[in-house]
């Protein structure tokens, strides 16, 4: 594990208290513990050290991070806890409320609704951040190159269908990857120049089918909740 001497990372998990389709989901029973304890004990069996921050708006939801042991230092405000509020005022408010650490170069965005992450999954990612000298890193998932768009009536490949690929060969040009929502890395100060997580030169993190479940339905919350209680 490659750590830069006197570089602290911010780990900065969003858990806000307004969901519509899964009510309540990040504080919700999950294997027998809250949706967020799993991302906050992640964090806690990293080898990177890096401090960690609950941003809520929620008190519930407050107390239950500060039992599992992360820093809350303030509620967020509502105007940052709405369904349309973006993420990286958020991030910039984290960076705000700890500004007695001087020290803090990248912010590690970790959404509590990804609750399957396998041990050494996050240190591989800052490894790979690091390493690659990039100013960004966004996790994904390897997904099927036999993919469509458009409408019923009008479909569109996405690939040759004269030259149909095989799944156990696919080409480099071929291979194809959807965000997961997982784990997001991205300096300080690219964050501050652009306003975005993501900008300068980005790099993938490759993750597991299983660790790209993002908890957003009631199905995506029995697949979490199945694949962990058979994990524990």
């Known amino acids: 594990m ?6 602290t990372y911010l780990a ?14 990040n504080i919700r029973e ?20 890096m401090r960690l ?22 509620l967020r405000p509502a105007h940052l806890a709405s369904d349309d509020s973006p993420t990286e005022p958020v991030l910039l408010r984290a960076l705000e409320t700890v500004s ?3 020290a803090i170069e990248h912010i590690i965005l970790l959404p509590p ?20 000298g990039a100013d960004s890193l966004v996790s994904v998932t390897e997904e099927s190159p036999l993919q469509w768009r458009g409408s019923p009536e009008s479909p569109l490949p996405l690939y040759d269908i004269t030259a149909r690929p095989r799944q156990q060969s696919i080409a480099p040009e071929l291979r194809r990857f959807r965000e997961n929502g997982s784990i997001v890395i991205t300096s300080t100060k690219e964050l501050g120049r652009n306003g975005n997580r993501l900008s300068g030169r980005i790099v993938m993190y490759i993750m597991a089918a299983h660790e790209g479940i993002d908890v957003d339905t009631e ?13 524990c």
Do not use: N
């Open 12 to 25: 900065v998990v969003p858990a806000r208290g307004g969901s519509k389709r899964v009510p309540r989901k």
């Open 113 to 132: 609704t990804s609750p399957i992450r396998e041990q050494g999954s996050i240190d591989a990612a800052v490894e790979l951040y690091q390493i690659s």
């Open 30 to 49: 999950t294997a027998g513990r809250p949706l967020l304890s799993w991302t906050i004990d992640h964090v806690r069996r990293c080898a990177t050290p």
């Open 219 to 231: 199905y995506d919350f029995w697949m979490a909740d199945q694949w962990l209680r058979r994990q």
């Open 2 to 7: 490659i750590v830069s001497s006197g570089t």
């Open 100 to 102: 007695d650490d001087s």
């Open 53 to 74: 921050l609950v941003s809520t708006d929620d008190p519930e939801i407050r107390e239950v991070a500060l039992h599992e042991g992360a820093e809350v230092p303030e």
